[in-house]
């Protein structure tokens, strides 16, 4: 390359956007910029107690435009002139209704503060009723539209959230024409493209949670979905029949954008896809190995070669799909619907008496009173995790199931709740910590446990996210559960990393993914390997951890 070229990455997480701007010959990193969604953090749309979490469509436009401005402003001049390509990864399935033009209702007249009209995030939970009559549906059919999704539909995914809202909402059900994917909205968006039957959409969402599958031309059929509900009548004709790796230039900035942003008109923009499956690439994922995108949730991928697979599927995981990963390869989803979600539950019960008396006291002035709430809840974890390590895994009487937000995998089911047994009066905060790091690597064991009876061949894992790179108590804990090392990702943003790699393939600086992982990749900071002890000892933890689970989702 005689010139320098730089890609960006767009991450769209669940509290917040990340732009990562890179050198695309190294990898290194030129600038970031972190920025949290104002809407979302005030608490607006959403409702914990009915498992609602719905996002503004401007919390999306505004934090990305100010967090790839201020990247931008960080690498200078000479960086931004010599952007090639931009590619995006969301959160998913975050669906939202659509107009004709492919606007979201949301930013319509009327819409603007009706959570119904807006992104559905991933972790809302209130349509498990509609999930439940897709699976119920799907068994009687001739065709089970659910067999490439682990044979469970879950209330996490694109149709059950649009027929709830449709549902639910007679104002948006009249003024709704499709829908579209986050992960589909933004590269559209920025090249005028948000017409529905114009709209690239991404293999990766499609196949994953759409029940998209080119061997039955695309979509559920129509009788399907209109014996589903009535509702749903027409909507496949105005959505879409073909998909499309993320290795796919949609086109380029529009004028405004490009000034805007402050890029030349000329950059690529990529297909977009889902945050955990570009984590995956940018962790330097390769045949066999498990990626592990450890944040509020888990996501794991795999990828596998065709041959290796076969006519195989794999029940009760979240899909296997071609080409949603890395082009090539069949493509394997996992995950738990909660992760470092239970540890931050677990930070507000503890809480609780800081915020809610401490932060009112008047025994001190305001200034030291803001101060002091602020560094106690800063040090609750972290604290938590020092006092939980220094407890002998066989003194705890303590197991812990980690459903708090329902089940992912292995076989979805968004109703079973989380529960902790064997609590006595000396059961402290820090024991009851450790048991819920446990939960939360029992339930990483149950997925490794279900690749593994399927005969998907785990040779490594590797750690990406948050967690992974500051927990080495979790991390640790997840490597003597699992009784194999974890290698953590170099790379701070793995999956803004891996949107800048597909960026570069969309740009035509590298012909394949591969070649950007090669080139780009990171490599790992650290390994975590399992204590032989400890392993013998979560053996026999990890059987009383399935028979809660089961007496849980039996009986309560």
Same mark, same amino acid.
């Given at each position: ?70 990247? #931008? ?31 979201? #209702? ?14 559905? #995030? ?15 549906? /799907? ?14 539909? %879950? ?34 968006? #920025? ?41 749903? /009548? ?20 529009? /004028? ?129 995790? @020092? ?8 003194? %705890? ?29 000396? /059961? ?59 290698? @953590? ?68």
């Amino acid at each position: 390359m005689q010139t320098k070229k730089f890609v960006i990455g767009i991450d769209y997480g669940t509290d917040s956007v990340r732009a990562v701007i890179v050198n695309a010959a190294n990898g290194d990193e030129v600038a970031t910029c972190v920025k949290a969604y104002p809407r979302w953090a005030s608490g607006k749309f959403s409702d914990p107690s009915k498992d609602q979490y719905r996002q503004h469509p401007l919390d999306y436009v505004e934090s990305m435009e100010f967090a790839l401005k201020e990247a #931008l402003k960080i690498a200078g001049s000479e960086v931004a002139a010599n952007i090639a390509g931009i590619s995006f990864d969301t959160t998913g399935s975050t669906p939202v209704l659509v107009d004709e033009a492919g606007t979201p #209702l949301a930013l319509k007249p009327g819409f603007e503060e009706n959570p119904n009209a807006m992104f559905i #995030l991933w972790k809302d939970h209130t349509s498990i009723k509609e999930a439940n009559e897709i699976n119920e549906l /799907s068994k009687k059919w001739a065709i089970d539209y659910t067999q490439y999704e682990g044979g469970i539909y %879950s209330s996490e995914w694109v149709w059950a959230k649009i027929l709830h809202a449709l549902r639910a909402d007679e104002n948006v059900r009249n003024a709704s024409y499709s829908w579209i994917e986050h992960c589909d909205w933004m590269p559209a968006l #920025l090249t005028g493209t948000t017409l529905p039957s114009r709209v690239l959409r991404s293999r990766c969402a499609a196949g994953h949670k759409s029940m998209w599958f080119a061997g039955w031309d695309g979509l559920p059929s129509e009788e399907f979905l209109t014996a589903l509900d009535p509702l749903l /009548s027409g909507y496949r004709s105005r959505l879409y029949a073909n998909t499309y790796t993320s290795d796919v230039k949609i086109g380029t900035l529009t /004028s405004e954008w490009s000034e805007r942003l402050g890029l030349p008109a000329d950059v690529s923009v990529g297909v977009g896809g889902f945050d955990c499956h570009f984590g995956a690439v940018g962790g330097e994922i390769s045949p066999n190995v498990l990626a592990r995108s450890i944040g509020t949730s888990t996501c794991d991928i795999m990828i596998t070669a065709y041959d290796e697979i076969g006519d195989r599927l794999i029940p009760g995981i979240c899909g296997q799909v071609d080409g949603s990963v890395i082009p090539g390869y069949i493509g394997l989803e996992a995950g738990q619907s909660a992760f470092g979600d239970i540890y931050a539950w677990f930070k507000k019960v503890v809480a609780w008496p800081v915020e809610q008396i401490l932060a009112k006291s008047t025994l001190i002035d305001e200034e030291t009173r803001e101060k002091l709430v602020a560094e106690t809840l800063d040090r609750i974890i972290p604290e938590l995790s @020092v006092e939980a390590m220094s407890v002998p895994i066989e003194e %705890s009487t303590i197991i812990a199931v980690d459903w708090m937000n329902g089940r992912r995998t292995p076989d979805a089911n968004q109703e079973v709740t989380g529960s902790i047994s064997g609590l006595k009066l000396g /059961s402290s905060a820090p024991r009851i910590f450790r048991a819920l790091v446990e939960a939360t690597a029992f339930g990483s064991k149950a997925i490794v446990d279900r690749f593994k009876m399927e005969g998907a061949d785990i040779k490594e894992i590797i750690g990406l996210g948050g967690v992974a790179k500051k927990s080495p108590f979790v991390m640790q804990t997840l490597a003597d559960v699992l009784n194999m090392p974890i290698k @953590v990702a170099r790379t701070e943003q793995t999956c803004a990393f891996g949107a800048a790699m597909f960026a570069s393939v969309v740009a035509g600086i590298y012909p394949k993914v591969e070649d950007a992982q090669k080139s780009m990749g990171k490599g790992f900071e650290t390994t975590f390997f399992p204590n032989p002890v400890n392993v013998a000892k979560y053996e026999e933890i990890y059987l009383k951890y399935l028979k809660l689970g089961e007496f849980t989702e039996r009986e309560l």
